[in-house]
């Protein structure tokens, strides 16, 4: 009789406490573990793109139109986030410095060149005044967020038959494991179709097919009808994965409104959040993405990854 009285008194305790505790002691609770916050590690100058405030760079006003094309993640679609100008000027200055992409499969340790995961060339461009106006356009972007850091711009070309980017995460390890900080946001710009970089044999011997990125596991929460000259549409008029990439990926039809492809509209962009925003450091499954093979063509895109503190 004592156990069973007990007992309902400790049941009507929790039941008191746990709304309580989420009030004024969150990290209290077994089910939200709240992140670490750690000392920001150095910063690596080689990598960062540190914001000098050089007031004699003047840069052309933003002339790009964003859509939310999802709220969790925060996923935006960026319409004329590059000139035609900034395109050609990128290609130029990539051309003559490309290496082959490396991936990493210790979170940043080690790099190595694997071209069934990753099959690309890379060039991190140097930092002149229209690199520098790019990299500000990011920064506005995100609100000149706190703790935040844009990455080294990073321009990148797929070549076809097999230039590709398996499925995988920008984050390599989770906001709790580095203490709080990491790769926070993508920014995927698409910068050329062949038109300008002729490598293939310019864009109308050889017009680029394939190429977009997928995002399988990304809601769709739009139907609307506008949105398919840039994602493609259910009915498949727009090319999808032709299976070299399908690692399980699924698009978005009328039965199934999960994943997405984002076409390769030139000077067009997607940026997305990596971590969650809840103080856990828990990442975003869904951001789980890949380049899908060039299979004619070539395709150049630009990586504008920022770097900083896990909400
Ligand atoms: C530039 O300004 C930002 C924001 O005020 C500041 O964080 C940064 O340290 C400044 N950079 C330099 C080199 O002064
Ligand atoms: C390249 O990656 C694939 C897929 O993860 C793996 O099976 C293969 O062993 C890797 N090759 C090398 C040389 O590491």
């Not at 573990?33 to 000098?52: F, G, H, Q, S, Y």
């Not at 035609?84 to 990128?90: A, G, N």
Request: aromatic letters at 10%; charged letters at 25%.
């Amino acid at each position: 009789m004592f156990g069973y009285a007990a007992l309902v008194c400790l049941a009507a305790v929790l039941f008191w406490l746990d709304p309580i505790l989420r009030v004024v002691a969150p990290s209290v609770l077994l089910d939200a573990p709240v992140l670490r916050k750690t000392p920001r590690p150095p910063i690596n100058e080689a990598l960062l793109a540190l914001e000098d405030n050089d007031s004699s760079l003047t840069c052309p006003d933003d002339a790009y139109t964003v859509h939310i094309f999802s709220k969790a993640p925060l996923v935006l679609y960026v319409e004329n986030f590059l000139s035609l100008d900034e395109r050609r000027h990128l290609i130029e200055i990539s051309t003559p410095i490309y290496e082959a992409s490396t991936v990493t499969h210790d979170g940043g340790g080690t790099v190595q060149r694997n071209a069934t995961v990753r099959d690309s060339e890379v060039a991190v461009v140097p930092r002149d005044n229209v690199v520098r106006c790019i990299e500000a356009r990011a920064r506005r972007l995100q609100g000149w967020r706190d703790d935040l850091w844009i990455e080294r711009l990073r321009v990148q070309r797929y070549q076809a038959p097999s230039g590709h980017y398996s499925y995988h995460y920008d984050w390599s390890r989770s906001g709790a494991a580095t203490g709080g900080w990491g790769r926070v946001s993508s920014l995927m710009v698409f910068v050329d179709d062949g038109e300008l970089d002729e490598s293939a044999g310019g864009r109308d011997a050889s017009p680029l097919k394939g190429g977009g990125t997928a995002f399988p596991r990304l809601p769709r929460r739009s139907t609307d009808a506008r949105w398919c000259k840039v994602i493609g549409c259910p009915d498949g008029t727009k090319e999808t994965d032709d299976g070299v990439n399908s690692d399980g990926a699924v698009y978005a039809s009328t039965d199934n409104p999960t994943g997405v492809v984002f076409q390769p509209v030139v000077g067009n962009a997607v940026f997305w959040e990596n971590f969650r925003p809840d103080g856990t450091g828990r990442a975003y499954e869904e951001t789980w993405h890949a380049g899908l093979r060039v299979r004619q063509g070539v395709k150049v895109g630009l990586n504008i990854w920022s770097w900083g503190r896990v909400d």
